[in-house]
């Protein structure tokens, strides 16, 4: 089971409130985990993923276990403490701005 921690702004769209878990096929990766999150919450396709190219929104970044995986490829395996449903994968929206 992975844990997943989305921004205040799409835990609002999805109606979510904590931490959402997915289950996902072993080892997870990046577009394992992201395809489970989309499939479970549609309303988010789109807000994190591009959806014709599938590709990272420019304000959106993705970390687990203190390691920053925002320009990792989408197979990327996640690290097992994530796998584990230990720590969670985070999607975190940058701060822009003067």
Known sequence: MIRVVLPYHLRNMAMVEGDVTLDVDSPPTLRSVLDA???RFPVLRGTI?????LRRRPFLRFF????DYSL???ET????PVAAGVEPFLIVGAIAGG
């Open 64 to 67: 687990a276990c203190a390691k």
């Open 49 to 53: 993923r591009d959806h014709d190219t």
């Open 37 to 39: 999150l989309e499939d």
């Open 72 to 74: 990792d490829p989408p």
């Open 77 to 80: 395996p996640l690290p097992e």
